[in-house]
């Protein structure tokens, strides 16, 4: 391989944590995410997972599934402190590290001191075990699609590696809903039109995945085959920022929802202001009742950074929403960012 690229992915990393700091919870389904039937299901050990219960389930459902289950709030500090060890050891194998999220990164580790890559990924397993007491699953190939592709093949504490020999055949199986890029409504789409695994895509040519998914769509054409030219990039800028909450009770009442987007284009606010950022795309999303979600979302011809600004921009969005039922979570969002550089001028 001309690249190799991992993709490493901690094992129901919250939930992992919280079994490594209490040994009783060990081989229990443990649920981290909330102790209310209001919460949502952050992580959940494997154990847990048997019975159905997964990431983003309403509380009340896992609940019902797994009522012998053990329910925890996150504990947000510790998950951070730990993130930080597992990304230190990653950072001594390459310093091409480009986080996707507290729990999982890929590495570029071409020209590493590892000249085989399984020997590599086998390294980083047993510090991250030894140093830090938890495991991880890592998929390794040519570029990133495939790397994370196959980091979710043989989990937990797995390793896979997809070379270019393999290519289309170990694709051409898969649901289309593993292709990176591809929506939940893109699925759903192409599903209605008979189109389930990736074989089905792939003998079509690329004007059917332009006109379908317009300018990303030689992106998901060439993946398909096995085609990824995105770099991997250390230090990730950070695309937007947002809040959210789940209401303890279902309400439809915009004087009441309009007091959390004023406290969440406050909060914000702040963080803009701290590291001199500017955005000029404002998002309201809000899950009904029926846990529909929806998102609304205004783009100004200027860029802000004042609460007050931020949240005039969320009570015109959300004043022209009509709502068919009460909504039970509300969330605001800001996006196209802009950094402003300030540099200190002297007097000479």
């Known amino acids: 391989m001309d690249k190799i690229i991992l993709h490493v992915d901690m094992d129901a990393f919250f939930a992992s944590v919280e079994q490594k700091d209490n040994p009783k919870l060990k081989g229990k389904p443990v649920i981290v995410g909330g102790v209310s039937e209001r919460g949502v299901v952050s992580t959940c050990s494997y154990e847990a997972r048997k019975y159905g219960v997964k990431s983003a389930m309403p509380i009340f459902m896992a609940q019902k599934l797994c009522p012998q289950g053990i329910y925890l709030r996150g504990r947000y500090w510790r998950y951070k402190e730990v993130s ?9 194998v390459t310093p091409l590290v480009e986080p996707l999220s507290i729990d999982e990164a890929y590495l570029d580790i071409t020209n590493s001191k590892f000249k085989d890559y399984k020997e590599a990924a086998i390294y980083i397993k047993r510090r991250v075990y030894k140093e830090v007491g938890l495991t991880l699953s890592i998929g390794i ?15 937990p504490n797995g390793i896979m590696i997809i070379t270019e020999d393999m290519i289309p055949e170990i694709l051409k199986p898969l649901p289309i809903s593993k292709i990176y890029g591809l929506g939940q409504k893109s699925v759903r789409r ?12 792939y003998i079509h040519p ?10 990303y769509g030689i992106d998901i054409y060439n993946r398909i085959r096995g085609i990824d030219d995105r770099v991997v990039t250390p230090n990730r800028d950070r695309k937007s920022y947002g809040k959210e909450t789940t209401l303890k ?3 439809d009442d915009k004087d009441e929802l309009s007091n959390y987007l004023k ?3 406050t909060q914000i606010s702040s963080y803009l202001e701290e590291k001199n950022i500017f955005i000029k795309t404002i998002t309201v999303k809000y ?10 979302s205004k783009t100004l011809t200027h860029y802000i950074n004042k609460a007050e ?19 039970r979570l509300i969330g605001l969002t800001v996006s196209s960012i802009k950094e402003e550089k300030v540099e200190q001028l002297t007097l000479f």
Do not use: C
Not at 142 to 150: E, G, I, V, W
Not at 190 to 199: D, P, S, V, W
Not at 309 to 327: G, H, K, Q
């Open 249 to 251: 009770f279902d309400t």
């Open 206 to 215: 690329k004007e059917f995945f332009v006109e379908y998914f317009g300018k």
């Open 263 to 265: 406290s969440f284009s």
């Open 141 to 155: 190939s040519y570029n990133k699609f495939l790397a994370k592709l196959a980091s979710d093949w043989n989990k």
């Open 84 to 92: 930080a060890q597992i990304f230190n050891i990653f950072r001594e």
């Open 287 to 296: 899950k009904t009742s029926s846990f529909i979600n929806h998102t609304r």
């Open 190 to 201: 192409l599903n209605n039109m008979g189109l389930f695994k990736i074989e089905d895509l």
């Open 309 to 327: 600004d931020i949240y005039n921009i969320a009570i015109e969005i959300i004043e022209e929403e009509v709502f068919s039922e009460p909504i």
